[in-house]
């Protein structure tokens, strides 16, 4: 069984909790690669480049150069780690709307972080608004992005139950 162990008033996931949600991170940071690498630059005439965003992140705020090596290997660690614990965090200690919102929502949510967040912090227009294909395709690649993770967690967690 799959439950959280209660300290306090946080839940801290299993280790079958983490792993299954590494799993399904895993799984949408696969497709969220081709999606931003092939159609969106067919349809936006850019691909999208997250540790580009990293990279220029780092710089802006703490000043320092971050090889894209480093750049990427923090977008994946975010991409099956890090967003996937935000997702269990969101649906199992704030509100779930059940499957497939609970995806959905989350994945729009990865949206706002990115690119509402970040993306000013690292001097990009908010929501890349001066690049409105390109906005939109992420837009859509971080909805499917949740939706993917959220779906192959909650069905290897029902599994596991």
């Known amino acids: 069984m799959t439950t959280a162990t209660m300290t306090g008033t946080f839940a801290i996931p299993s280790s079958r909790t983490v792993i ?3 799993l399904g991170g895993f799984a949408a940071l696969g497709f ?5 690498a092939v159609p969106t630059a067919w349809l ?5 480049e997250p540790p580009e965003l990293v990279k220029s ?11 894209t090596p480093v750049a990427k290997l923090l977008h994946f660690m975010t991409g099956f780690l890090f967003y996937p614990l935000g997702y269990w965090v969101l649906t199992r200690g704030v509100k779930s709307f059940g499957m497939p919102a609970d995806g959905w929502i989350w994945g729009v949510i ?3 972080i990115a690119l509402g967040f970040f993306a000013p912090l690292a001097g990009q227009h908010f929501l890349l608004s001066d690049v409105p294909r ?3 395709m992420s837009l ?3 909805a499917i992005y949740g939706y993917v993770a959220a779906y192959v967690f909650e069905a290897l ?5």
């Open 20 to 22: 299954n949600l590494a």
């Open 32 to 36: 969220w690669e081709l999606f931003s």
């Open 44 to 48: 936006a005439e850019y691909p999208l």
């Open 57 to 67: 992140l780092f710089a802006h705020q703490l000043g320092l150069t971050l090889s």
């Open 110 to 112: 990865t949206y706002f």
């Open 134 to 136: 390109l906005s939109a």
């Open 140 to 142: 859509v690649g971080h």
């Open 157 to 161: 967690e029902a599994r596991d139950a």
